[in-house]
């Protein structure tokens, strides 16, 4: 078989950067990428895409309506295709058994039983969304009890290791391609296929061929080795608070070990995204489920320490606020999970923010590419508050960082969006209740000159000398 006509099922963060770049990298190839939302298809076929990734619009326009199309007719993107990605979401379960911590795996097999119902050819199913180990089990039981005459399954595993914010760096310039099959002839040829689409443009050195469970294991164990070093230096920066020292002087000392390296060292007020904390949960769930509660128990940690940092940082706020934030204007800098991404999935902010308007607070809240319905639509979510009038009264979203911190008692910054290094902080200043506070939940600020300028200043994983601010503030007219 050569694959000339891909389908995707799923046009989300992972499946719309994903075939766009294959799209790029392999004109010779069809690629629809398909998805029930129609909202989402209008989104993909118009100017302004549905998620924001730099990058992403310029590589959609060089290959839309040539052999890159966003459709939702499901049924003949999967019917004309010989390789079906399915890019769907897991969601962790909000119900029954494995609750909090389990896959919610209903789209994926829903997927699985569209496929089998209309293919009438040969197809290469590939599991792309992050799923749980044995997931492609399902795929491969629902295809394989479905088969009809003439049409023959090959299931793969083909986690995705992209980052949001870099996408589209990490697809073209993969560190490396990892690619699970099963070990038989047909299984071999199958990962074949795949690695010579891949192989348009990666390196095959760089393309890794796995059995099935261990690809499967391999995305959930990287991003708990990851979400592991963060939550790491973050419990370190609560030492440094304590002690005096400097997390970032100790990330940077040791990071220069080359065993340990100076990647993903930055302390912070904690993990969001889409996929560190569900990962772990699934891990944590196939721990507990293969009767290994220690190993269990030494993950959960990690999202323990997550919670524990978010928590630490807001009560810090809230307690160099006099103790009280009732009826205070708190500007909140940034509301998606990171710089680059409009994603607010798993976002800190909204634990930040969520505490604050619990504890009375009006916030202000601006964020250079998030959507103001989707910050009502996280903050009014039933899991997260149980009175949404309340939150409506009390939160204005702002169209410039400026407007937003005008009259405030404090700047709580979340995100660490490049534009807000570059801030004028003596207008700001000018502009905000006395004294004025800012707590820099990202270590992006310059915290000396802020102080000069009259700020107290709080950060993660330092702490600060008050005397700039103490001068400062005999002085409120210095430049
Ligand atoms: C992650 C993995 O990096 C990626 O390989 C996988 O495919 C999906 O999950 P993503 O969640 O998009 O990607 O972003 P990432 O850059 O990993 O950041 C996740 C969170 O960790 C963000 O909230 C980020 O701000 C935080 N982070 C990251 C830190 O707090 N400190 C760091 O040093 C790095
Ligand atoms: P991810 O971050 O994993 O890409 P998203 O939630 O951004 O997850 O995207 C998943 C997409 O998959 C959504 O747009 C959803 O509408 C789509 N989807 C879910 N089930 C199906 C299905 N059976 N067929 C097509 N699209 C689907």
Same mark, same amino acid.
């Given at each position: 078989m050569v694959i000339e006509k891909i389908c995707c099922l799923g046009a989300g963060y992972v499946g719309g950067p994903t075939c766009s770049v294959i799209a790029l990298k392999c004109p010779n190839i069809k690629v629809t990428v398909c998805d029930k939302s129609v909202e989402r298809i209008n989104q993909w076929n118009?100017? =302004? +895409? %549905?998620i924001y990734e730099p990058g992403l619009q310029d590589v959609v326009n060089q290959c839309r309506g040539k052999n890159l199309f966003f459709s939702t007719d499901i049924a003949k993107g999967i019917r004309e295709a010989d390789l079906i990605f399915i890019s769907v979401n897991t969601p962790?379960?909000? @119900?029954?058994?494995?609750?909090?911590?389990?896959?919610?795996?209903k789209y994926v097999e829903s997927a699985a039983r569209m496929i089998a119902d209309l293919a009438t050819s040969n197809k290469i199913v590939v599991? =792309?969304?992050?799923? %749980?180990?044995?997931a492609a089990e399902i795929i491969m039981k629902i295809l394989r009890a479905n088969t009809k005459p003439g049409v023959e399954y090959q299931i793969l595993s083909n986690p995705e290791f992209l980052a949001e914010g870099t996408a589209i760096v990490d697809l073209v310039e993969a560190e490396r391609v990892l690619i699970g099959g099963e070990d038989t002839p047909e299984g071999q040829k199958a990962i074949q296929e795949l690695c010579w689409v891949y192989e348009h443009w990666i390196p095959a050195k760089n393309i890794l061929t796995t059995n099935t469970w261990s690809s499967e294991l391999s995305k959930l164990a990287a991003n708990a080795f990851l979400a592991q070093r963060i939550s790491s230096i973050n419990s370190l920066s609560a030492v440094c608070e304590a002690t005096g020292a400097d997390v970032s002087e100790v990330a940077r000392a040791i990071g220069r070990d080359s065993r340990i390296g %100076?990647?993903?060292l930055e302390a912070s007020i904690g993990f969001g995204g889409s996929c560190f904390q569900k990962d772990i949960l699934n891990l944590i769930y196939l721990c507990e489920c293969l009767n290994l509660p220690e190993v269990a128990e030494y993950w959960q940690q990690v999202l323990n320490l997550n919670d524990y940092q978010k928590t630490r940082f807001t009560r810090k706020v809230i307690e160099s606020l006099f103790n009280t934030v009732t009826d205070k204007n708190i500007a909140i800098l940034? @509301?998606?999970? =990171? =710089?680059?991404?409009g994603d607010t999935r798993e976002s800190p902010a909204i634990h930040v923010s969520t505490t604050l308007l619990d504890e009375g607070a009006k916030l202000h809240i601006y964020d250079p590419k998030v959507e103001p319905e989707q910050i009502f639509y996280e903050l009014t979510n039933p899991y997260i508050t149980s009175d949404p009038e309340i939150v409506k009264k009390n939160v204005e979203i702002h169209d410039t960082a400026y407007s937003a911190v005008t009259g405030a008692h404090a700047i709580v910054l979340c995100t660490e969006w490049d534009e807000f290094k570059t801030l004028d902080f003596k207008k700001i200043y000018e502009a905000m209740m006395k004294p004025a506070y800012i707590f820099d939940?990202?270590?992006? +600020?310059n915290h000396e000159a802020l102080q000069n300028i009259g700020f107290h200043v709080q950060t993660i994983g330092k702490r600060l000398s008050r005397v700039g601010s103490i001068r400062a503030q005999g002085s409120q007219t210095m430049p």
């Open positions: 118009s100017d =302004k +895409l %549905p962790t379960k909000t @119900f029954g058994n494995g609750k909090g911590r389990a896959a919610d795996l599991e =792309k969304s992050t799923v %749980p180990v044995k %100076p990647k993903f940034g @509301f998606s999970f =990171k =710089k680059n991404t939940g990202r270590k992006i +600020l």
